[in-house]
């Protein structure tokens, strides 16, 4: 049998200065390897191996010019997961973070997350260290369609179906979507995200932001409680903390915080809708920084620099980026009152945040499953492409919202004490995601 830390170690060994995706397996072994060791039929199997082994990966130079003239050089990257329950799928991130380790991190964990969402998709990731921040809309067009001129290879329809991720958005799919289609003369579904105008799907943009609070009201639901009044910390100001900000007010919770790298807005009556709409304006239009919404309102306080997580509250939500929940925040939320953090990031939780989390029974939704909503979407988006149909927002939403209680009901089943009713949400998330990707790899053979 399988021992963790000697599997850590020999991972660390073949893969090394890649401290997130070292990170993402060893969260989900934890929970995972000892069901295997109940469970003699992923026994013998290598499972754990051939999981955190990618089956592809792709590497490519990408050359474009500059407003001035000069040649700059990125570095592009596709990482192709694992296809054991449908072609590959997972975003493509424009970032100056952006490595092979980080996004063989953000692959591993897609695996699960598309697992979890029952439809039959697989796991990839891809991106740059292009940065899209302070670029003219033509610079981005040079990169995107440079950056399309080798992917295109390697993606289509049936076999690796990107979407946006960090720097990634409606702009970006545009140019690159383009592209694919000038370089391979048909129009298909092969990127989702796309603009209403040429074969995307409603609700698409909101998707991960509303998944995150239909995932935080089925764990509240569990515990018999309801969601108006609570007072509720996000991080981030982009796509996914604008939106679950959006349907928490709708439903009458207080938000009290929103953020950028630059610092933090508190509100501490809640933000308003006006304010989110000035927010979204600032951030989606003017692409500029947070502090700028205090221009317009007297009651908003900046704290330059600071993180939301050392205000009261009842529920955070994470929304921003990898690791940005430390130790030191995550104590400060337990001395605060937080008593439920669901992730709307891709594991913004270190593991002895989530640690102190779980020694202090704060209910914790892991991203895997509590941001599952816009991979869930993107799906749809695939679905509505293949059958040439347009799908209302009412569908649309209705048909996330029951995606996201599944998943939830997923966690339960797998993650619940045989003792009480406490759910261990991660534990649930990771085993329900392994199972149905280990049954379809051991079906498939030794592929």
Not at 261 to 269: A, E, F, L, N, Q
Request: hydrophobic share 35%; with cysteine.
């Amino acid at each position: 049998m399988v021992e963790l830390s000697e599997f850590i170690s020999q991972l660390e060994e073949k893969n090394p200065n890649q401290p997130e995706f070292i990170q993402a397996v060893e969260e989900v072994l934890e929970s995972v390897i000892p069901y295997i060791s109940n469970n003699k039929k992923y026994q013998d199997q290598s499972i754990l191996h051939r999981l955190v082994e990618p089956e592809r990966t792709i590497m490519f130079r990408v050359p474009w010019v500059d407003d001035e003239g000069k040649i700059q050089v990125n570095r592009g990257f596709r990482v192709e997961m694992n296809s054991a329950i449908g072609p590959y799928k997972g975003g493509l991130r424009f970032d100056p973070s952006v490595d092979l380790g980080v996004l063989k991190f953000l692959a591993f964990e897609q695996t699960f997350k598309n697992s979890l969402t029952t439809l039959p998709i697989g796991s990839g990731k891809g991106g740059s260290d292009f940065n899209p921040k302070g670029k003219s809309d033509l610079e981005v067009m040079r990169f995107c369609q440079s950056f399309m001129n080798e992917l295109y290879r390697h993606i289509g329809h049936h076999t690796d179906i990107p979407a946006g991720d960090i720097g990634v958005g409606a702009r970006e799919i545009g140019f690159l979507f383009g592209q694919y289609k000038r370089l391979k003369n048909e129009f298909t579904g092969v990127l989702t995200g796309k603009a209403l105008s040429y074969g995307g799907s409603k609700i698409r943009t909101e998707a991960t932001g509303y998944g995150l609070l239909y995932f935080v009201k089925c764990m509240l639901e569990k515990q018999d409680k309801e969601i108006n009044d609570q007072q509720i910390l996000i991080s981030g100001s982009g796509n996914v903390a604008q939106y679950a900000a959006e349907k928490a007010i709708s439903w009458g919770a207080r938000v009290l915080t929103m953020s950028d790298s630059d610092g933090t807005i508190y509100v501490k009556g809640g933000i308003t809708e006006e304010m989110l709409k000035t927010i979204m304006e600032i951030k989606n239009g003017e692409r500029g920084r947070i502090k700028e919404v205090t221009d317009d309102f007297n009651n908003i306080e900046y704290k330059e620099g600071a993180k939301p997580w050392d205000i009261n509250c009842d529920i955070a939500l994470p929304c921003a980026t990898q690791n940005e929940i430390e130790e030191r925040d995550a104590r400060q939320l337990v001395d605060n009152g937080c008593y439920l953090v669901a992730e709307g990031a891709n594991m913004p939780s270190t593991p002895k945040a989530v640690d102190i989390f779980e020694k202090n029974n704060i209910l914790f939704g892991p991203g895997k499953a509590a941001n599952a909503g816009g991979v869930a979407t993107s799906g749809f988006e695939m679905a509505q492409n293949a059958m040439h149909v347009n799908w209302s927002a009412e569908e649309v939403e209705n048909r996330l919202q029951q995606v996201m209680k599944e998943i939830h009901d997923a966690c339960v089943k797998y993650g619940q004490s045989q003792d009480s009713d406490e759910v261990n949400y991660l534990k649930g998330a990771n085993i329900a995601g392994f199972v149905k990707v280990a049954d379809a790899m051991i079906a498939q053979g030794v592929v």
